[in-house]
């Protein structure tokens, strides 16, 4: 089962929550034996995004107010893990 992003992203949160949304569709509740997150396509930050003129409607409707918001947030979080390791902040929902 797999989900393609409309937009490239470097945005953990978005990454999580297509994955959950992924894996809510396809969970009957029994035991998984294994679940895997793959990404690809990687573009570099400085890239210029390539839009149709059919895609500008739905970029439009997609556009989150919060995205400065959540980059500053995403860059103060990358900046946590690499001095203090990649466990010292996770996910609420994460955690055992």
């Known amino acids: 089962h797999q989900k393609q992003l409309y ?14 949304e992924l894996f809510h569709e396809l969970w009957n509740g029994e035991p998984i034996r294994l679940l895997g997150i793959r ?3 990687l573009v570099d930050k400085a890239e210029p995004e390539q839009m ?3 895609d500008l409607q ?8 919060k ?3 959540q980059e500053k947030l ?3 979080l990358d900046q ?5 390791g990649e466990g010292a902040i996770v996910r609420g929902s994460l955690k055992k």
Do not use: G, H, L, W
């Open 7 to 20: 937009r490239a992203t470097n945005t953990d949160k978005v990454i999580y929550d297509t994955a959950c």
């Open 39 to 41: 990404t690809s396509k």
């Open 52 to 54: 149709s003129i059919f």
């Open 58 to 65: 739905a970029a439009m409707e997609q556009e989150n107010p």
């Open 67 to 69: 995205s400065e918001k």
């Open 74 to 76: 995403d860059k103060a």
């Open 80 to 84: 946590i893990r690499k001095k203090y």
